[in-house]
């Protein structure tokens, strides 16, 4: 039964990266700030001083010694960023961010089995950027899904192994909805990300057949990681559903859904879990006005049990807070206030999150 650890973007470029031993160029082109060492004073401005530099455990915080207490049998993230010193300015894009390659160990301190690259961020800074980022994590030890050098490697799923000696088979995919462009998709002999165009039937079925595909070719527990939807609001459109539900069919055990920056609704279907928005996780965000109400400062850490037929056994969140470019153990109003949040959001799918003695929450369902 293995337990798994998910979180949502974690995104370690920008003011991360410059507040870290080893930072970046911090040039930046968007419409809102020229310097990545901007973000670091808004940071300030809003929540007190970051020494620096700081270590490379410290955008983590508490949320390691949540991982060393909890020790799950593997950890999948969503790494929003590209790692990398080279490679030209997206065209595509007004946001882009970047981690310099030496600041890797901010990565490898938290030990992810399963880094998924299937984002609207991961070539923000071209091919090259994006080559650059596969070589430094693979040189880093890093397990990468949904992205490569080639459409295959790009969709290929990426297995690690369990303590149990099952496996894990990680299959990922960005969709256009989450603002990934289309010029991005990998193709035979270009670089990018698995990439579907969101509300297609054709685009449902064929990432149906790729989850097919993988339960035949590999044992162990299947997790489709998907970078889905908009980076704001409760809501989950009937294309999202739809999508969720025929990967499930196909064979998936868990669907890992992320882009919001704010929790989303949980479902149970056919007794599997689907998480349609698992909320940022690390980022430079603080002290930047707007969406107050989804309290995007609060930072879920998701923890699934799965029984050995990949039905959900248990869903519990940990919940941390962003404040001084870490992460803190959330106070208990704030952890009532989002399963509170996410309770109402479940309705429709009949999830509720309730408080646990211990200051965790946890989800329930209605069975199947």
Same mark, same amino acid.
């Given at each position: ?25 911090? &040039? ?57 010193? !080279? ?24 030990? /992810? ?69 289309? $010029? ?14 969101? $509300? ?23 997790? &489709? ?25 196909? $064979?998936?055990? =868990? ?5 919001? !920056? !704010? ?23 603080? $002290? ?9 400062? =609060?930072? /879920? ?65 209605? /069975?199947?």
């Amino acid at each position: 039964m293995p337990d798994l650890f998910l979180c949502g973007d974690v995104m370690t470029g920008r003011g991360i990266d410059q507040i870290l031993d080893r930072p970046g160029d911090p &040039v930046l082109r968007e419409p809102y700030l020229c310097d990545a060492r901007d973000y670091v004073r808004l940071a300030e401005n809003a929540n007190g001083p970051v020494g620096l530099p700081v270590a490379d455990r410290w955008p983590w915080g508490d949320a390691l010694d949540v991982l060393d207490r909890l020790d799950p049998d593997a950890r999948i993230i969503n790494l929003e960023t590209a790692v990398t010193s !080279h490679g030209e300015f997206s065209a595509a894009k007004d946001i882009h961010y970047r981690m310099n390659p030496a600041n890797v160990g901010c990565l490898t301190c938290a030990k /992810p089995d399963v880094c998924v690259l299937a984002n609207n961020h991961v070539l923000d800074f071209g091919p090259s950027g994006l080559i650059e980022t596969l070589d430094a994590l693979e040189v880093a030890g890093l397990a990468t899904a949904g992205a490569g050098r080639v459409e295959a490697s790009a969709w290929s799923p990426v297995v690690a192994g369990l303590a149990d000696d099952g496996s894990l088979v990680v299959l990922a995919a960005g969709m256009s909805s989450s603002g990934i462009p289309p $010029g991005w998709a990998a193709g035979q002999a270009r670089p990018g990300v698995a990439y579907l165009p969101a $509300g297609s039937r054709a685009a449902r079925a064929g990432l149906a057949d790729r989850v097919r595909a993988a339960r035949q070719e590999h044992d162990g527990t299947l997790v &489709v990681s998907l970078h889905t939807g908009p980076n704001w609001g409760y809501d989950v459109t009937a294309d999202e559903v739809a999508l969720a539900h025929a990967v499930i069919e196909a $064979g998936a055990d =868990l669907v890992h859904g992320h882009s919001s !920056h !704010h929790a989303r609704p949980v479902e149970v279907y056919r007794d599997k879990l689907i998480l349609y928005g698992c909320g940022d996780f690390i980022d430079d965000y603080e $002290g930047i006005g707007g969406h107050q109400r989804y309290r995007a400062d =609060l930072r /879920p850490m998701w923890f699934a049990s799965l029984r050995s037929d990949g039905s959900l056994d248990q869903l519990r969140i940990v919940v941390m807070q962003a404040k001084q470019m870490r992460l803190w153990s959330a106070d208990a109003a704030d952890v009532s206030w989002l399963a509170g949040e996410l309770t109402r959001a479940g309705r429709p799918f009949g999830s509720a999150a309730e408080v646990s003695a211990d200051g965790t929450i946890t989800v329930r369902w209605r /069975p199947a």
